[in-house]
């Protein structure tokens, strides 16, 4: 079936380093998302994407749907404290509209 | 304007008993998920619906039964648990037309 491999697992930076990670997918996705994750809520979007080379960004948020069509890359920069959370990538999941498919999350810890 | 309502937000079971996971949106949403996060292995779709009178398996269905009467409610039934169900599970809904899922702030299950 369809995986998506996300890196790196986890990230400790200092608050203002920017941050990158990515996503790469077993099969060509038309559509790559973006979530965040705050302890003990639901994730919510923060990007999505709809066109292989789009490049999207969302205040010091910026994602590319990668040319592939079979990747995605997240960055942050000038990170605050409030980035801590878990990122996850997702792309559809066929069956319906609406079923995604997720990677297993980057978790950032920031340092102030 | 709540989204998406889940209740309880906590639960502990012994194995054997029966609950159900109430989930319910107020945005006119015709798609309906329920997922569970487990650690390190991101979120996993168990089911899903396109529309009331409608549902469908996801990747891990077994163990969980659903339907959906009303446009609102999409309520996951546990009818007799496990300790494997113990995780974290999370509605979603999104419109007809899109892949933007509205994450419940979801429900933090035990199974003894």
């Known amino acids: 079936g369809q995986q998506l491999n996300q890196s790196p697992q986890s990230m400790f930076i200092q608050e203002g380093e920017d941050v990158s990670m990515n996503c790469t997918s077993s099969s060509i996705f038309n559509t790559w998302l973006w979530y965040k994750q705050d302890p003990g809520e639901g994730p919510v979007l923060l990007i999505a994407?709809?066109?292989?080379?789009e490049l999207t960004s969302n205040g010091r948020l910026t994602a590319q749907f990668g040319i592939t069509r079979k990747d995605s890359f997240l960055n942050i920069s000038a990170s605050i404290p409030s980035d801590v959370g878990i990122y996850f990538c997702a792309g559809p999941n066929g069956g319906s509209q609406g079923n995604l498919i997720f990677g297993k999350g980057t978790k950032l810890s920031v340092k102030p | 304007n709540a989204g998406v309502t889940q209740t309880p937000k906590f639960q502990v079971l012994k194995t054997g008993q029966s609950m159900t996971l109430q989930c319910a949106q107020d945005?006119?949403?015709?798609?309906m998920s329920w997922y569970r996060q487990d650690p390190g292995m991101g979120l996993r779709l168990i089911h899903y619906?396109?529309?009331?009178?409608?549902?469908d398996q996801g990747e891990v269905p077994n163990g969980y039964n659903v339907s959906r009467s009303t446009t609102e409610d999409f309520p996951l039934r546990l009818l007799s648990a496990a300790p494997s169900q113990t995780s974290v599970y999370f509605c979603?809904?999104?419109?007809?037309?899109?892949?933007?899922?509205?994450f419940g702030s979801g429900t933090q299950l035990s199974v003894l």
């Open positions: 945005m006119n949403h015709e798609y």
């Open positions: 994407l709809y066109k292989a080379g």
């Open positions: 979603a809904s999104s419109s007809a037309t899109g892949r933007k899922l509205f």
């Open positions: 619906s396109v529309g009331a009178g409608i549902t």
